[in-house]
């Protein structure tokens, strides 16, 4: 058995910078709910990715509102499409293998790894929400279960 030490994101400063890195993400985020708008259904849903991403933020860096105020992107996707809402999701992949990165780093199902898990299941919530499809970030081998083949896109 082989013991491992999990360094966890650091100092506030430290964090921040990680979370800093998630700010593309948050301003794609933001240019959907745009699109939908903000006190819809949809818009709504879309809070759920948001606020967990803020509170897992502010877990890490004690700031309230990390992100600040809304600043969304001009050429944001518009949701109402149901053959853009599995792109749009698609493509915020990358997000989710971030928070996973980050989550690695900290020792599993303590306080800053559940505190990362909130951002991943708001994610997923979000994009459930939208697409339907149940665990949309989650492992596509057999070890996960029955799941779609890997060169499938999402519905």
Known sequence: MVHRTYAGLGAPEAAARDFEALRPYVRALWG?????????RDGSALDIALDSLQTAAFHFTRRPHFYGPRDPLADAADLRERAVVAGAFESLRPYAVKLRMLQGRC???G??????NV????????????TQVAQFYGARSDSAGPTRPPEAPAP
């Open 32 to 40: 959907l709910q745009a699109a939908v708008g903000y006190f819809t």
């Open 107 to 109: 020792r599993p199902f």
């Open 119 to 130: 951002a991943l299941q708001g994610l997923e919530t979000t994009a459930f929400h939208f």
């Open 111 to 116: 306080r800053d790894w559940q505190a990362i």
